[in-house]
């Protein structure tokens, strides 16, 4: 969860907040 939570950090910084973050990683795990 860490490595995700990283990469999709790098993937959106400075398009997205923490929480845009938390949510775009809660919907990829709900998706699987």
Do not use: P, Q, S
């Amino acid at each position: 969860m860490g490595k995700l939570t990283g990469a999709v950090m790098k993937e959106f910084a400075g398009r997205a907040d923490g929480n845009e973050v938390k949510e775009v990683i809660g919907t990829l795990l709900a998706g699987k």
